[in-house]
């Protein structure tokens, strides 16, 4: 059977091994959204890490990628994506905001405006996730070509030996890199182009680096930094909302991305608590979920009395909610001493459910 590249297992692997950790989640998140490919290595350092990544994948080993300090894989797609993409995805992930509304127009019941969606979109004009950097533009081409030329010769001899071609599909070469900023949105009163600006925060000030290879100064970090100040109304109460939906099976804010004038938490005082406990404790996420799990109200009963046989939202008793799909297989497979086969030589011959990347499944029942 032919191997595919997973992306999404070295995707899962890299949040995996920093929850395992308890690293802190301001910077969990700093990975992710201040990412580049390189991380201040060369051009061939960066090459060599990439086919290294796919060797071990070619024999169904895991992958090294864990052990990166960003996640590039977040900016790094197959496909282009726009500015306005990008704001709309950083948001409903990190700050629990949903702006879609926002990029025609104001939404009666919310407080963003189009100039708000522009200015907060704008601070990724810098990225070129797609591309090479100028310093690196000969070596990647070169490589490229090299890296089609062993594909090629590597399916020409399967054909002459009559055998299935089973090797991983060569994509280019690429990175995500930061370089001078592209074509800022405009104003949409004015046309003019609007400042880079955190949402409903301060402008964030972009300069750019001297240096031939092009490379800026990035507005990422000045977004960031915003994001973990003390009084950011979203950043921590997102996070806290979202571990809470996951035990509880509703969120203080529900749906969990869509904090809104128009959906206000339905314990506002009790949200605003436990973020400020999870920014006190250095964003802990294993202290967070102490506090969550040792509280009166997650060791409620689910069994409903008279008081509390209608309640849906405010959490007088448990409520009964299904299992997590992969959690149902860990669970029958350790009730029944039986083990899954997630796919020939995926490396994950031991592995639970829950360690396997989403699109890795591939159970063949042979």
């Known amino acids: 059977p032919q191997r595919k590249p997973h992306m999404s297992q070295m995707w899962h692997d890299w949040f995996r091994k920093r929850v395992a950790d308890n690293m802190p989640y301001d910077q969990i998140v700093k990975g992710v959204l201040t990412a580049t490919s390189r991380e201040g290595r060369t051009p061939e350092e960066y090459i060599k890490e990439v086919e290294a990544n796919e060797a071990a994948q070619e024999k169904g080993e895991r992958t090294r990628y864990a052990e990166r300090a960003t996640l590039d894989l977040f900016w790094r797609k197959q496909q282009r994506v726009t500015i306005e993409e990008w704001g709309e995805k950083t948001a409903a992930a990190f700050l629990g905001v949903r702006l879609e509304c926002a990029q025609c127009h104001k939404h009666p019941f919310d407080r963003w405006t189009q100039a708000d969606y522009r200015s907060y979109a704008n601070t990724f004009a810098v990225l070129s996730p797609g591309n090479v950097a100028p310093d690196a533009a000969k070596l990647f081409k070169e490589a490229n070509a090299e890296r089609a030329k062993r594909s090629q010769q590597a399916a020409q001899e399967a054909r002459r030996k009559g055998e299935k071609f089973v090797g991983l599909p060569v994509a280019p070469l690429r990175e995500v890199f930061v370089t001078r900023a592209g074509k800022m949105l405009p104003d949409p009163d004015t ?11 301060p402008e964030i ?10 490379t800026a100064a990035d507005p990422r970090e000045s ?15 997102s996070f806290v909302n979202r571990v809470w939906a996951h035990y509880f099976g509703i969120g203080l804010v529900h749906p969990v991305d869509d904090f809104s004038l128009a959906n206000p938490p339905s314990n506002d005082k009790l949200l605003g608590a436990l973020a400020k406990r999870f920014v006190e404790s250095g964003y802990d996420i294993r202290d967070l979920e102490r506090t ?7 060791q409620l009963s689910s069994t409903p009395n008279a008081t509390n046989k209608l309640d849906k939202n405010n959490y007088a008793r448990a409520y009964i909610r299904p299992m997590m799909a992969e959690v149902v297989v860990d669970v029958l497979n350790d009730a029944m001493g039986t083990k899954e086969r997630w796919g020939v030589g995926e490396g994950h011959e031991n592995a639970r459910a829950i360690e396997v990347g989403a699109s890795r499944v591939s159970n063949q029942n042979v």
């Open 205 to 214: 000030k972009f300069e750019t680096k001297p240096g031939a290879t092009g």
């Open 223 to 237: 977004l960031w930094k915003w994001m973990r100040e003390k009084d950011n109304p979203f950043f921590a109460r």
């Open 292 to 298: 969550v799990l040792l509280s009166r109200t997650y």
């Open 191 to 201: 046309n003019k182009p609007l400042p880079m600006r955190t949402l409903g925060g």
